[in-house]
């Protein structure tokens, strides 16, 4: 069983619309946490990181973090069709700087 | 700045040839990795190094082996490559002392083996 876990989809969320990606992980002792969008044939590129239980807005995106159930997630209010790609979600193991990634879900935003 | 280098970006290997992935970085980061990216499984890592003179194993380091050269290079070696190593390969690097600083990764590695 992987570290951290996503849903791969593909989730269709039309244009305009809330979409929301989920992730597990089994590791109690993680620390710090990072959504990350892959565009096809890119190299992956941050888009928000979370440390506190609650919840952390940045613009269009919010994501969530609950400690006790080992859950995070990130919320994309008025999606848009550029949001189409794949998000990662990844977790720091222990704050020994060895950081794992799920296998990614691949969001369509659908006009 | 140029941030995180890789060289080659695409190679193309016979079974049971050997190669070594290059990265580098100028940013001054302590900590550097490398990752490799199969359709729909995400990043799984194979190596990783928190500081110059450590290196230690990630989910699937069998096959390869890695250098922390010094603070800025940190480079995968595949002895024998096998079919099964045919990948895109990411290096990432990222400052350390700060839990939630990001990873920066390089443009990629596309590596098959026949």
């Known amino acids: 069983q992987k570290e951290v876990e996503q849903n791969s989809g593909p989730l269709s969320v039309p244009e305009g619309a809330i979409a929301s990606l989920n992730c597990t992980y089994s590791d109690r002792g993680s620390q710090s946490f990072f959504w990350y969008r892959q565009y096809s044939g890119k190299s992956p590129e941050l888009i928000m990181f979370?440390?506190?239980?609650g919840d952390k807005e940045d613009g269009r995106f919010t994501a969530q973090l609950n400690k006790a159930s080992q859950y995070v997630s990130l919320l994309i209010r008025d999606s848009q069709p550029s949001d189409s790609a794949t998000y990662l979600c990844?977790?720091?193991?222990?704050?020994?700087?060895?950081?794992?990634f799920g296998k990614g879900t691949r969001l369509h935003i659908l006009p | 700045n140029a941030g995180v280098t890789q060289t080659p970006k695409f190679q193309v290997l016979k079974t049971g040839q050997s190669m070594t992935l290059q990265c580098a970085q100028d940013m001054n980061h302590n900590s550097m990795y490398w990752y490799r990216q199969d359709p729909g499984m995400g990043l799984r890592l194979i190596y990783y190094?928190?500081?110059?003179?450590?290196?230690d194993k990630g989910e699937v380091p069998n096959g390869y082996n890695v250098s922390r050269l010094n603070k800025r290079e940190f480079s995968l070696r595949l002895e024998s490559a096998a079919p099964s190593q045919t990948s895109v390969y990411f290096c990432?690097?990222?400052?350390?002392?700060?839990?939630?600083?990001?990873?920066?990764f390089g443009p990629g590695t596309r590596l098959t083996v026949l």
């Open positions: 990432a690097s990222r400052t350390a002392g700060r839990a939630y600083n990001e990873q920066f």
């Open positions: 990844a977790a720091e193991m222990n704050r020994d700087d060895k950081i794992i």
């Open positions: 190094s928190a500081s110059e003179g450590t290196t």
């Open positions: 979370i440390y506190s239980n």
